[in-house]
């Protein structure tokens, strides 16, 4: 359960999704009106930083609110990680897997939040860097969903090379590929045909994409494991939570392990998630 009454909120909008920002309103007026402060993110145009630059955050955060869908929640995990504050998701999008209430329920949630009346998911984050063939970091970051190697060009097959904990995994003739933690089962590895995994379990899958392959399938590995990818070919780009592309040349590599961060995702409503996998099949 919660820590205690909580005071202060930081709000993340997706104006994409709440343009009149009527909801984020409601958020703050309701906390603000229940002893509480809410201060609103400013927006960005930084496609690095996306919906808002957590430098500029209050040092007081107890929370942070995220309104939008599914990739507003990651987004702000992904930037605020060092911060490791719960985030609470409320859904302005399609069907999402890891937001928490919406506009019907969100007074019920904003109450329940307040009095710290709520349960805590704790979800692995991946950190990925890359190297060049120098072996000097060229980049890295984090993710919450899946790190993502494809090809810029549209229509072109391109051997990517797998190892795990220094040992040769296989060669993958494929369009890309995408290691994806538990909560990224749901998302782009699901679409190449991966497996659906428990949102808090300590996991990665590695899922071909578009492989051209027979007998290609997805892995399933312990969290524990150290992945090293290369692409036997230029043009090719490296995606943490399908943002912050980084070029790749040939002899570079991209090193994924498991974070030392995770993920707090609030959940005023237990059972969620497998009430909207239910949904979402139907």
Known sequence: MGKGFMKHFFIITNRMRDRDLSVTERIRLYINEHGG??????????????????????????????????????AAARDMADLDLPILGVNQ?????????????????????????????????????????????KGESRALNDVVLHTSESLKVVNYLVSVNGSFLGKFPSDGIVVSTPTGSTA????????????????????????HMLNTRSMVLDSANHLELRAED?????????????????????????????????????????????????
């Open 37 to 74: 402060e809410a201060v609103m993110a400013e927006s960005t145009g930084d496609k690095n930083i996306r919906y808002t630059d957590f430098s500029k955050a209050p040092d007081n955060i107890d929370a942070v609110i995220s309104v939008g869908g599914d990739g507003t929640l990651i």
């Open 93 to 137: 999008g399609n069907l999402g897997y890891l937001t928490d209430t919406d506009a019907k329920t969100l007074e019920d949630s904003l109450c329940r939040l307040i009095k710290g009346d709520f349960d805590i998911e704790y979800r692995m984050m991946l950190c990925g860097q890359v190297y060049d063939k120098e072996g000097e970091l």
């Open 188 to 211: 782009y590895s699901l679409s190449a045909g991966g497996p659906i995994l428990e949102p808090t379990a300590q996991m990665m899958v590695i899922t071909p994409i578009c492989p």
């Open 234 to 282: 230029n043009g090719i780009k490296v995606y943490f939570d399908g943002a912050l592309p980084l070029e790749l040349e040939t002899g570079d590599r991209v090193e994924i392990r498991k974070s030392s961060h995770v993920t707090r995702i609030i959940r005023t409503h237990p059972g969620n998630f497998y009430k909207v996998l239910r949904d979402k099949f139907e």
